[in-house]
T-cell receptor
Framework: GNSVTQMEGPVTLSEEAFLTINCTYT??????LFWYVQYPGEGLQLLLK?????DKGSNKGFEATYRKETTSFHLEKGSVQVSDSAVYFC?????????????FGQGTRLTINP | DTEVTQTPKHLVMGMTNKKSLKCEQH?????MYWYKQKAKKPPELMFV???????INESVPSRFSPECPNSSLLNLHLHALQPEDSALYLC??????????????FGQGTRLTVV
């Protein structure tokens, strides 16, 4: 089947710390992979994406590399800010029962303290 | 313009009311989606429209009725809802559903409370 597993949160860091949020996936075929971010009271915003193996997505200092050999798409940022506090969702897009669907992980709540 | 606009932002309705949620996008996307999100959970897919035709209904109760009047608009008609239907309802759009790499753009959501 198709599924996404994220590291359990919540994650609390100090400002300027290094961030890693782990994400692994199970998929039949070759999915596209995404990270979405959700700020309190808002919808989901696309943070970055990768559509094939070894692609690196990057945006706003965040990076993630599509690793087919380890079926992973870990999110990293070298120096987090208070404004990065949000819920982060890893997702895959794959052909499921004849239709392209997004499959989300459970989400990781990140809190950055000043 | 990469915006998906949802109205209203907040809605409180009684169990006997009829209301509608609206969603609009002008990105030329031909796939549009409704998701339901409960607190501290990921979004759950409800419906998918492709080229204004309903292509996926994820076994959603009939008290939720989607409608796609044209390629830019998506509605969700609500009738006889239950308190457990209270949630954030998200609309999204993407390029034609056959393009696997196409990202979905989400609206800000409608926070629905059923009393």
């Amino acid at each position: 089947g198709n599924s996404v597993t994220q590291m359990e949160g919540p994650v609390t860091l100090s400002e300027e710390a290094f961030l890693t949020i782990n994400c692994t996936y199970t998929a039949t075929g070759y999915p596209s992979l995404f990270w979405y971010v959700q700020y309190p009271g808002e919808g989901l915003q696309l943070l970055l994406k990768a559509t094939k193996a070894d692609d690196k997505g990057s945006n706003k200092g965040f990076e993630a590399t599509y690793r087919k050999e380890t079926t992973s798409f870990h999110l990293e940022k070298g120096s987090v800010q208070v404004s990065d506090s949000a819920v982060y969702f890893c997702a895959l897009r794959a052909l499921i029962q004849g239709a392209q669907k997004l499959v989300f992980g459970q989400g990781t709540r990140l809190t950055i303290n000043p | 313009d990469t915006e998906v606009t949802q109205t209203p932002k907040h809605l409180v309705m009684g169990m006997t009311n009829k209301k509608s949620l609206k969603c609009e996008q002008h990105m030329g996307h031909r796939a549009m989606y409704w998701y339901k999100q409960k607190a501290k959970k990921p979004p759950e897919l409800m419906f998918v429209y492709s080229y204004e035709k309903l292509s996926i209904n994820e076994s959603v109760p009939s008290r939720f009725s989607p409608e796609c009047p044209n390629s830019s608009l998506l509605n969700l008609h609500l009738h006889a809802l239950q308190p457990e239907d209270s949630a954030l309802y998200l609309c999204a759009s993407s390029q034609e559903r056959g393009q696997g790499g196409a990202e979905a753009f989400f609206g800000q959501g409608t926070r629905l409370t059923v009393v």
